[in-house]
Structure formats: structure tokens, C-alpha cells
């Protein structure tokens, strides 16, 4: 059974950090690219980060480049998400994500979702 299962989330100020991680299990998880989406009330759930399965490209959204950085230990399963700078705009619900091909069979799966709120 694949669970995603994401933790770190919170109420945090405008300047503030937060560190969010994905523990992944079910799956090989070297094998998988890994992303954080969030979503933000009212509007689409955007692709925030990711990572190749092998850690050796990532991509991240414009509005959050040179703030947030993922990362991942293909050692321990786990994805994470360092969010440094964060603004009121950040305020959303993150997902973390996986997806890889096995058998010419496409897979995904999302977490449950963990709250950001960056609020004075």
C-alpha cells in the first residue's frame, strides 16, 4: 500500500522558515520523481518543486525560486521541502507527490495534504 505522508506544516511569520517532509512507502521510491504541489483556497493546485529520481534535476515555480529548495534521501524514502522568505502569498496546503513508469505503466499518488498559513 503506497502512503505519502507529509508533516512540518503550520502557522509561521512573513520572513519565517518552515521545513516540510514526505515520508514515502509502498513504493520504490528510488525510482520516483518526487514534487511538492500546494493549493491555495479558491484557486488550482499549483506545482510548487521537484526532483528526479535520481536527485539530479529539479525544477521549481518562479515565485518560489531562490527561496524554497527540495531535497530528497533516496536512503531513507523522504522528500523534503525548505521554505525560507515566506510570504502571506505562500499560504496554501502542500501535497507531496510521486510518479514513475513501471511496465509501461504510469503511476502517481498525493499526500494528504499539509497546511501552510504565513500570517501576522
Known amino acids: 500500500q503506497v502512503q505519502l505522508v507529509e508533516s512540518g506544516g503550520g502557522l509561521v511569520q512573513p520572513g519565517g522558515s518552515l521545513r516540510l517532509s514526505c515520508a514515502a512507502s509502498?513504493?520504490?521510491?528510488?525510482?520516483?520523481?518526487m514534487s511538492w504541489y500546494r493549493q491555495a483556497a479558491g484557486k488550482e493546485r499549483e506545482l510548487v518543486a521537484a526532483?528526479?529520481?535520481?536527485?539530479?534535476?529539479?525544477n521549481y515555480a518562479d515565485s518560489v525560486k531562490g527561496r524554497f529548495t527540495i531535497s530528497r534521501d533516496n536512503a531513507k524514502n523522504t522528500v523534503s521541502l525548505q521554505m525560507k522568505s515566506l510570504k502571506p502569498e505562500d499560504t496554501a496546503v502542500y501535497y507531496c507527490?510521486?510518479?514513475?513508469?513501471?511496465?509501461?505503466?504510469?503511476?502517481?499518488?498525493w499526500g494528504q495534504g499539509t497546511q501552510v498559513t504565513v500570517s501576522s
Open positions: 507527490h510521486a510518479q514513475y513508469w513501471h511496465l509501461a505503466i504510469f503511476y502517481q499518488y
Open positions: 526532483m528526479a529520481s535520481s536527485g539530479s534535476t529539479t
Open positions: 509502498g513504493f520504490t521510491f528510488s525510482s520516483a520523481a
